[in-house]
């Protein structure tokens, strides 16, 4: 087990429902020092990739991106879920829809902060449908932008959102794969990683 | 002019209805060297205070918060603005009400992230009318913990919340107050702050 493994097994709690709750470390509580050994895994996973941004999305993607973004010596651009009266100029809008909560999203950015020069590393704290992670690559798309990978800190393996995303050829790096969990005994299966 | 200032002034742009923007390093598109300044900057203004928790509000202030909090090596919890259903358990909630913007707002942080063993400091991007911070610091009270300060990025003096806090008698500290701006010649006084 690598450390988020561990940590996911020490404090992570299994819900009703299989709902994984990391709300005392990545999501409501954040642990600072974890997310910077999260940013050096992700700088050691993405070294040869020539990363000049991280694009994340609000809310708890936030944290993880600014504190990783330190290893990186980039900016961070966090993406609004809806339009917001402070954003002015133009917008690049993806629609997503939500397979899940069975409605629609709006995931923006302004295209001052996007261009076609722009290699970008695209950050968030969970994968599960891959919704939201669709929206940030059409919206990176959309600019002319290329994605240079992905970095997620938990992905939900037994959902569908890692396999379309790397069927499309993008580097997807998650530094922990549940690939199923028992609520009953509290356990955890993660895929294994090859070492690179 | 301090550093903060300097940035203002090169980089924030004053729009129609006097409206501050500073979406090009602050809160859309974030420059992480900046944050680390600015974490800095807080970390000696509150050398002396014996602080073991931050607490932000989504979604801006949770990238300053966190490259903040390496400084005060502490943990970073981030109210959210409306009921998640991902949140569980018992709640502290603030009901704020938005002068400005005419409605009702909750404010929520779970009750396992804050007790009364615990010396808060706030951090938030911006301070206007304060509704948004007056409800981080009623959570603090609800859970019997001590706000052992404010650190505010940018405060508009020529709104009222920045006396208010102060006249509550908290330790407010703006990296920058905005005393004034002029949206034709785009210039800003900043209000003098004494060197601690």
Redesign the interface.
């Known amino acids: 087990m690598n450390f988020l493994e561990e940590r996911i097994v020490k404090d992570g709690i299994i819900?009703e429902g299989n709902?994984l709750?990391v709300?005392?470390?990545l999501?409501?509580?954040?642990?600072?020092?974890l997310?910077?050994q999260i940013g050096a895994e992700f700088k050691r996973r993405f070294e040869e990739k020539p990363i000049n941004k991280i694009l994340t999305i609000?809310?708890?993607g936030?944290?993880i991106?600014?504190?990783a973004?330190?290893h990186f010596?980039?900016?961070?651009?966090?993406a609004?879920k809806t339009q917001s009266i402070?954003?002015?100029g133009e917008m690049y809008v993806a629609e997503v829809e939500s397979f899940t909560h069975r409605c629609k999203n709006q995931v923006i950015?302004?295209q001052?902060?996007l261009s076609e020069d722009d290699h970008v590393l695209i950050i968030d704290d969970f994968l599960a449908n891959g919704c939201a992670l669709q929206g940030l690559i059409q919206i990176v798309q959309s600019a002319g932008a290329t994605v240079e990978g992905i970095g997620i800190v938990i992905e939900k393996g037994f959902q569908a959102g890692g396999s379309i995303i790397r069927n499309l050829g993008y580097q997807l790096e998650s530094l922990a794969i549940v690939d199923a969990m028992d609520e009953k005994t509290g356990t955890f299966v993660f895929r294994e990683q090859k070492e690179k």
């Open positions: 819900t709902v709750k709300d005392s470390f999501n409501h509580q954040m642990d600072i020092q997310f910077d609000e809310a708890s936030i944290g991106a600014c504190v973004a330190q010596k980039v900016p961070v651009v966090f609004k402070n954003l002015e950015v302004s001052k902060f």
